[in-house]
């Protein structure tokens, strides 16, 4: 895929982007060069090599589940600043116009 200054033309206006003549021409070359080097990329045998996610081999360390008593109601307020009726109390923070 050549990449010319129409195609840029096209995407910029459509990401609301505007650049000068001169910016937009080194645009077009430096996409140029990205698109000829993902067709590189291309040419690579890949058939049955698997995806890589991260270049080490991470895993989450999640713990087990457990099932445990439940604080009461009282206990969860205990450090509450202005609990009210039984639940948490906050200020507004949406705003009308």
Same mark, same amino acid.
């Given at each position: 895929?050549?990449?010319?200054?129409?195609?840029?033309?096209?995407?910029?206006?459509? +990401?609301?982007?505007?650049?000068?003549?001169? +910016?937009?021409?080194?645009?077009?070359?430096?996409?140029?060069?990205?698109?000829?080097? !993902?067709?590189?990329? =291309?040419?690579?045998?890949?058939?049955?090599?698997?995806?890589?996610?991260?270049?080490?081999?991470?895993? =989450?360390?999640?713990?087990?589940?457990?099932?445990?008593?439940?604080? #009461?109601? =009282?206990?969860?307020? !205990?450090? +509450?600043?202005?609990?009210? =009726?039984?639940?948490?109390?906050?200020?507004?923070?949406? #705003?009308?116009?």
């Amino acid at each position: 895929m050549r990449i010319t200054g129409k195609t840029v033309d096209k995407v910029t206006h459509l +990401a609301k982007l505007d650049f000068d003549p001169e +910016a937009l021409e080194v645009l077009v070359g430096h996409l140029g060069e990205i698109v000829s080097y !993902m067709e590189k990329l =291309n040419e690579l045998e890949t058939e049955g090599v698997e995806p890589t996610y991260h270049v080490l081999d991470l895993r =989450n360390m999640m713990r087990h589940d457990l099932v445990g008593e439940s604080l #009461t109601q =009282n206990e969860v307020l !205990m450090n +509450a600043p202005h609990p009210k =009726n039984g639940y948490f109390s906050v200020p507004k923070v949406i #705003t009308e116009k």
